[in-house]
């Protein structure tokens, strides 16, 4: 039910942007969405469609780019991304701490006519 929020701060910051600039039709959104935001692609989709009816942003296409969260190791300082379910170091084995990468939530870009 986040991705209502979420979906509405999209529909109004593109639309803004879109008056601004005197844009009156939107073709796509480029977003880009860490894993460990738990926001589902499909449901964002759903509410984006019913958000954007009437709007300079309606059938505009949705492109995410998804970016996976990294750790660092706490004993060798690989970086490396989380498989398995497990937090433990493909290298070492030790365990690693999440670094910031999988935390994004942002608009990238905007593909107007």
Known sequence: MHE???TESIVNMVSD?????NVNKVTKINIVLGELTGFE?????FYFE???EGTPLYGAK?????????????SCGMI????????KCP???????????????YIDSIDVE
């Open 91 to 105: 290298y070492c084995g030790s365990s690693g701490v999440l670094i910031e990468k999988g935390k994004e939530l």
């Open 50 to 52: 019913v958000l954007s």
């Open 80 to 87: 490396y991304n989380r498989g398995n379910f497990t937090f």
């Open 4 to 6: 209502l929020s979420i």
């Open 17 to 21: 942007e879109a008056k601004k600039r």
């Open 41 to 45: 692609e499909e449901s964002i989709r």
């Open 62 to 74: 949705l492109d995410f780019k998804k970016v996976k969260a990294e750790f660092k190791c706490r």
